[in-house]
């Protein structure tokens, strides 16, 4: 039933973002071409949104009360939505990787060490679960409508700090205070504890609403 469910939540997520994946594709060749990060790590503020969208096609095609139909808890279809996130930040690192090479085999002449790239991709990879882990217990509880009001304010504070780190004048000495292996993991381990607490929220949220 779990590999149905994320299938389901698969098949949403493509048919219903087909501008947005384009969307996507502009910041990775922007970022390349433009020789800038700055794009690329917008990224991962694209793709929560895109996954966010398979709960709001849920609540407009009622599929609470069509799920309860069938022999499988409410827990499993929460987790299948975070599973297709974890899906979702596993792509959006790869994109990022590979713009990442691309800049350097374009730009020769200022290419991004190792350490750069492995700051710059634990940072993509940590906002694309950390957004959903603040927005999904807000749309099981309130709804996506009012759950979309905190995404916004997210994305803002989130783009108002990437804005000013990636393109302000002093990146190096930015990028550099992150290169350190223990304060990077630490970043990622952080970010993974938030997603697993949201987690069991949402679960739990969703468990005792009525439907």
């Known amino acids: 039933m779990m590999k149905g469910l994320i299938t389901k939540e698969i098949i949403v997520l493509i048919k219903n973002n087909k501008m947005q994946f384009l969307c996507l594709l502009m910041f990775v060749v922007l970022g390349v071409f433009l020789k800038s990060p700055a794009y690329i790590m917008f990224i991962p503020f694209l793709f929560p949104m895109l996954v966010k969208q398979g709960l709001t096609v849920d609540e407009m095609s009622k599929w609470d009360k069509y799920s309860a139909c069938f022999p499988v808890d409410r827990k499993k279809i929460v987790s299948s939505k975070y599973i297709v996130v974890l899906f979702a930040a596993v792509i959006s690192s790869v994109m990022a990787l590979a ?22 991709l634990t940072v993509a990879s940590s906002i694309s679960i950390i957004l959903p882990a603040f927005m999904y217990p807000f749309d099981f509880k309130y709804g996506t409508a009012k759950g979309r009001i905190v995404y916004f304010i997210l994305t803002g504070i989130a783009v108002a700090g990437l804005s000013s780190a990636f393109m302000g004048a002093d990146v190096a000495a930015f990028v550099t205070k992150l290169t350190q292996p223990i304060l990077i993991a630490a970043i990622f381990a952080a970010a993974l504890i938030l997603f697993t607490v949201s987690w069991f929220i949402s679960a739990k949220i969703y468990e005792t609403r009525e439907i």
């Open 99 to 120: 713009s990442f090479l691309l800049i350097n085999i374009i730009n020769k002449d200022k290419v991004l060490s190792l350490n750069d790239i492995a700051v710059y």
